[in-house]
């Protein structure tokens, strides 16, 4: 590898990151707090009629998604399920980005109709004749004294505190990339060969590196990476436009009341974001941590594995990126060992290191 790639390969990490408390969640970190989530997350309490549990679309068993190309809640919906590792400090939140904080994206669920279909005098019911009361009231205080969106809105911290600790394990790459760190090169020799020439690609003719960058692997911004966003002939899926529209309107932002930090941090984004029309068909770039956990893969869960993705972006359809957005895709022509070495380099990002 050059000096160049060396640089590069080093901004991916360390990892695991360090953890920093989120300010607008005052049990953030949390040690009941997050012990409550996790209940909550695995209780069907959290839907109307007890169907189904956070847990039943994003299964702690299969990387906290579902191996189905869209989520199916009380309806099949439009997209599919994202996993919820590695989510804490992050900007956006959803496919679309309609959330600026994690314990909004948590909230959203629990009172969608088409999900757990709460409202938020039904949920406070089902807290406060629940098993998980006495915690409930130990962290937040009393239930009868708190209106309902404040129940909710508290349930939805406790969740959050405890999504904020599903972090991936480290990898064959971060064993290789801390030994380029320590100039350490006999060890950094033990990663696989193809992988080595797979994250080359990655970092250069693939620019895969342009949006997903950092510890992550994701710059966590919205692009159109040419996937069709027709959900049928009169339908079409707005991705971040629609993120925008339901977050500019939602009261759950940083800029909003519920935000526990009294001064604000990161309320300046939502404040500035502004839509246009190239939003539209645009989504937020996944993680590629753990990415060989989760397929299928896109918005739409239209790609099976991780050697369809490749190939999508090698025989790219330019025809499906718009004509007012970005220009960052380009047909790659990859070859069938090429192919192989994006996916072996893929697939270390998930590989577990040997202790």
């Not at 404040?271 to 937020?284: A, C, I, L, N």
């Not at 299928?296 to 594995?305: A, F, K, T």
């Amino acid at each position: 590898m050059s000096a160049d790639e060396i640089e590069q390969a080093l901004s991916f990490g360390p990892w695991p990151p360090s953890f920093h408390s989120d300010p607008s969640n005052r049990v953030s970190n949390n040690a009941r707090a997050i012990a409550l989530g996790e209940a909550l997350f695995n209780d069907p309490v959290l839907s109307v009629d007890g169907a189904f549990s956070c847990a039943s679309c994003h299964d702690p068993e299969q990387a906290f998604t579902t191996p189905e190309e869209r989520t199916l809640g009380r309806v099949l919906l439009d997209r599919n399920t994202p996993s919820l590792r590695n989510l804490a400090g992050l900007r956006w939140y959803g496919w679309g980005g309609k959330s600026d904080n994690l314990w909004a994206a948590s909230l959203h669920p629990i009172i969608e109709a088409e999900e757990m279909a709460h409202t938020n005098a039904s949920l406070k019911t089902a807290i406060s004749e629940s098993a998980y009361t006495d915690d409930f009231e130990a962290i937040f205080g009393v239930i009868q004294d708190q209106g309902p969106e404040l129940v909710l809105v508290n349930t939805a911290k406790a969740l959050s505190a405890y999504l904020e600790t599903l972090v991936t394990d480290r990898t064959q790459f971060d064993d290789f990339r801390d030994a380029l760190e320590r100039r350490d090169f006999p060890a950094a020799a033990y990663y696989p060969e193809a992988a080595q020439r797979g994250l080359q690609l990655f970092l250069g003719r693939g620019n895969c590196v342009f949006c997903h960058n950092g510890p992550r692997f994701s710059n966590n911004e919205f692009h159109d990476a040419g996937v069709p966003y027709f959900l049928s002939e009169t339908e079409v899926d707005e991705g971040r436009f629609g993120g925008l529209n339901f977050l500019l309107s939602s009261p759950y932002t940083l800029g909003g009341n519920w935000n526990d930090d009294s001064e604000k941090q990161g309320a300046w984004v939502v404040r500035k974001v502004r839509r246009s029309h190239s939003d539209f068909g645009t989504f937020r770039t996944p993680s590629l941590r753990g990415v060989a956990d989760t397929a299928p893969y896109m918005h739409d869960g239209s790609l099976i594995d991780l050697d369809a993705v490749i190939r999508h972006y090698s025989e790219l359809d330019k025809e499906r990126l718009h004509a007012d957005g970005e220009s960052i895709l380009s047909e790659l022509n990859l070859t069938e060992r090429e192919i192989a070495d994006l996916v072996a380099f893929l697939e270390s990002l998930s590989s577990v290191t040997q202790p």
